[in-house]
């Protein structure tokens, strides 16, 4: 299933990477933007609606994690659980499940939306650079 890339992905991955300090979550790489060999990773797919703009849904993986996570979906679990811890996990496996209000895909891909992603991207884009 083909899965349209939006101009809010697009933002979306780069607040993802940014607030991940552009290092894969996995391995511990560090990249330098822009570069596209470090992925915005999906715990559950983009076909999720209800977490395709989850912070907690997201993390930063190289090619290489993001393509052996993604072939070992135990490890995967494992992973996911070791980062967010059981109880977080478990909240985010229901948003998941959780069908999208009236209205709300339309708002994912509204300027208001990117607008409030600009935002968070600025803020952790400053965390980043300080940390640097
Ligand atoms: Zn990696």
């Known amino acids: ?18 607030r991940d300090k552009w290092t894969c979550q996995r ?14 990773s999906h715990f559950h797919t983009r076909g999720k609606w209800g977490v395709r703009f989850d912070d907690e849904n997201c993390e930063a993986l190289c090619y290489g994690c993001h393509s052996y996570l993604g072939g070992n979906p135990i490890e995967h679990v494992e ?7 059981y109880a977080k996990y478990k909240k985010l496996q229901q948003r998941s499940h959780k069908p999208l209000k009236s209205g709300e895909k339309k708002y994912f891909l509204s300027k208001e939306f990117r607008a409030k992603l600009r935002k968070k991207l600025k803020k952790v884009e400053e965390k980043w650079l300080n940390d640097k």
């Open 1 to 18: 299933m083909a899965i349209k890339i939006t101009s809010s992905d697009k933002l979306f991955s780069q607040y993802i990477r940014t």
């Open 27 to 40: 391995c511990g790489k560090k990249y330098e933007p822009p570069t596209n060999a470090l992925h915005c």
């Open 79 to 85: 992973h996911k659980i070791n980062k967010l811890g």
